[in-house]
C-alpha cells in the first residue's frame, strides 16, 4: 500500500519565529493576530464545517464553477501534471479535479501537517496512482519548496479565495513568489467577488455560531504556542464590513477588562477593544486581474457562477 510523503513542519516553520511574530501582534497599540493561527487541527475540522452552512457561498459556489467548467479547466491545465495545493486543508477541491486532470503528484500543504496526516493517506489509497506529498509551512512569508517538489511541470491550485487574507501588497509578493516557481504551468486561483452586506453578514457570522468557534479557537492556539492566559469565555466574534478597502475583517472582541500575560509580558484589553484576526479581501474582475498582471502573469482564463458570486482564473 502506497503511503504519502511528508516533509515535516519543522523544517519550515520556525516555533521562535512564530512565538515572536504573536507577541508583536499582541504588543501592538491595535492588536492582532495572523489568520494563519486560525487554522491548527481543531481549527481544520471547524473550517471544513462552516464550509457545509447554507450561508457559506464561497464553497459551494466555487464547486459549481469547478462541476460546470471541469473538461475546459483541464484542457488549460493540462494532463499529467503535478499539482501543488496551497492551503489544501480537507483537499475535498483538489481532488474534485483529479478525474479530469489526472495529475502525476499532488503535493498538498497547509499550515497544519497535523491534519493532512488525518486525510492524505486515505487519498493516496483511492489514487494510489498519484504519487503524494505533504507538507506542513507557513507560506504567507516564504513559498519555500523542497527541490523534488518543483523539479518537473506543475500548476499551483490555490482555491477558496485565500489570497482575500492577505493586503495587496502580501498578496503580490506571494503571487510574484508562485510566478517565479512555474514551470511551464500556471495558477488556478479562487477569487471571491464583491456583493451585498446582507450575503457577507450572513456568510461570516452564521446563526450556529461555527464561524465564532472557529475565530475564538485562535486564542486556544495562542495559549499553547506562547503559554499565554487567554479566557476564551471573555471575548466574542464581531465582524466588520469595510467598504472603502472592500474586505470583510473579523475580529475578537473584549466583553470586558481583561489582562492576559505570556512570559514577561503582559497586556490589558479594555471592554469592547478588538484583536484583529482576518481579512476577507473581495475583488472586481478588474482588481484581480490587476493584481495578478503587477506579480508577472500574463494571460488570463475566467470562469465565474450565474450571480457572479465568484470567480476562478487561471492565470500563467
Same mark, same amino acid.
Given at each position: 500500500?502506497?503511503?504519502?510523503?511528508?516533509?515535516?513542519?519543522?523544517?519550515?516553520?520556525?516555533?521562535?519565529?512564530?512565538?515572536?511574530?504573536?507577541?508583536?501582534?499582541?504588543?501592538?497599540?491595535?492588536?492582532?493576530?495572523?489568520?494563519?493561527?486560525?487554522?491548527?487541527?481543531?481549527?481544520?475540522?471547524?473550517?471544513?464545517?462552516?464550509t457545509?452552512?447554507?450561508?457559506?457561498?464561497?464553497?459551494?459556489?466555487?464547486?459549481?464553477?469547478?462541476?460546470?467548467?471541469?473538461?475546459?479547466?483541464?484542457?488549460?491545465l493540462?494532463?499529467?501534471?503535478?499539482? +501543488?495545493?496551497?492551503?489544501?486543508?480537507?483537499?475535498?477541491?483538489?481532488?474534485?479535479?483529479?478525474?479530469?486532470?489526472?495529475?502525476a503528484?499532488?503535493?498538498?500543504?497547509?499550515?497544519?501537517?497535523?491534519?493532512?496526516?488525518?486525510?492524505?493517506?486515505?487519498?493516496?489509497?483511492?489514487?494510489?496512482?498519484?504519487?503524494?506529498?505533504?507538507?506542513?509551512?507557513?507560506?504567507?512569508k516564504?513559498?519555500?519548496?523542497?527541490?523534488?517538489?518543483?523539479?518537473?511541470?506543475? $500548476?499551483?491550485?490555490?482555491?477558496?479565495?485565500?489570497?482575500? $487574507?492577505?493586503? +495587496?501588497?502580501?498578496?503580490?509578493?506571494?503571487?510574484?513568489?508562485?510566478?517565479?516557481?512555474?514551470?511551464?504551468?500556471?495558477?488556478?486561483i479562487?477569487?471571491?467577488?464583491?456583493?451585498?452586506?446582507?450575503?457577507?453578514?450572513?456568510?461570516?457570522?452564521?446563526?450556529?455560531?461555527?464561524?465564532?468557534?472557529?475565530?475564538?479557537?485562535?486564542?486556544?492556539?495562542?495559549?499553547?504556542?506562547?503559554?499565554?492566559?487567554?479566557?476564551?469565555?471573555?471575548?466574542?466574534?464581531?465582524?466588520?464590513?469595510?467598504?472603502?478597502?472592500?474586505?470583510?475583517?473579523?475580529?475578537?472582541?473584549?466583553?470586558?477588562?481583561?489582562?492576559?500575560?505570556?512570559?514577561? $509580558?503582559?497586556?490589558?484589553?479594555?471592554?469592547?477593544?478588538?484583536?484583529?484576526?482576518? $481579512?476577507?479581501?473581495?475583488?472586481?474582475?478588474?482588481?484581480?486581474?490587476?493584481?495578478?498582471?503587477?506579480?508577472?502573469?500574463?494571460?488570463?482564463?475566467?470562469?465565474?457562477?450565474?450571480k457572479?458570486?465568484?470567480?476562478?482564473?487561471?492565470?500563467?
Open positions: 500500500m502506497l503511503e504519502p510523503t511528508y516533509i515535516t513542519e519543522t523544517q519550515f516553520i520556525n516555533p521562535l519565529d512564530l512565538s515572536r511574530e504573536l507577541k508583536e501582534g499582541l504588543l501592538s497599540e491595535f492588536a492582532f493576530i495572523s489568520p494563519k493561527f486560525l487554522y491548527d487541527n481543531l481549527g481544520s475540522h471547524l473550517f471544513t464545517a462552516i457545509l452552512l447554507p450561508e457559506y457561498y464561497p464553497t459551494k459556489t466555487e464547486k459549481s464553477i469547478f462541476e460546470s467548467n471541469k473538461l475546459e479547466i483541464a484542457a488549460a493540462g494532463l499529467n501534471n503535478g499539482l +501543488i495545493d496551497l492551503g489544501a486543508g480537507n483537499c475535498q477541491k483538489a481532488e474534485s479535479l483529479f478525474t479530469a486532470l489526472r495529475p503528484s499532488y503535493t498538498a500543504i497547509d499550515f497544519s501537517l497535523d491534519y493532512l496526516k488525518e486525510i492524505l493517506p486515505q487519498l493516496q489509497n483511492k489514487y494510489p496512482e498519484i504519487a503524494m506529498f505533504g507538507i506542513g509551512l507557513d507560506f504567507s516564504n513559498l519555500q519548496l523542497p527541490t523534488s517538489v518543483v523539479s518537473s511541470g506543475h $500548476n499551483f491550485f490555490y482555491p477558496g479565495s485565500s489570497i482575500g $487574507n492577505f493586503n +495587496i501588497d502580501e498578496a503580490k509578493h506571494l503571487l510574484k513568489q508562485i510566478k517565479s516557481a512555474l514551470k511551464g504551468g500556471g495558477l488556478l479562487g477569487v471571491d467577488l464583491m456583493k451585498e452586506d446582507r450575503i457577507l453578514l450572513d456568510a461570516y457570522d452564521d446563526p450556529l455560531k461555527l464561524t465564532a468557534a472557529f475565530n475564538l479557537n485562535i486564542l486556544r492556539v495562542v495559549n499553547t504556542l506562547i503559554h499565554s492566559n487567554f479566557d476564551v469565555s471573555h471575548f466574542k466574534h464581531s465582524i466588520k464590513i469595510n467598504h472603502p478597502l472592500q474586505r470583510v475583517e473579523l475580529y475578537l472582541e473584549a466583553l470586558r477588562d481583561t489582562t492576559v500575560t505570556f512570559g514577561d $509580558n503582559v497586556r490589558s484589553f479594555k471592554y469592547g477593544e478588538l484583536i484583529h484576526t482576518e $481579512n476577507s479581501h473581495k475583488y472586481t474582475h478588474e482588481s484581480i486581474k490587476s493584481l495578478l498582471s503587477s506579480a508577472g502573469f500574463e494571460s488570463f482564463t475566467t470562469w465565474t457562477d450565474s457572479n458570486y465568484f470567480a476562478l482564473i487561471y492565470a500563467r
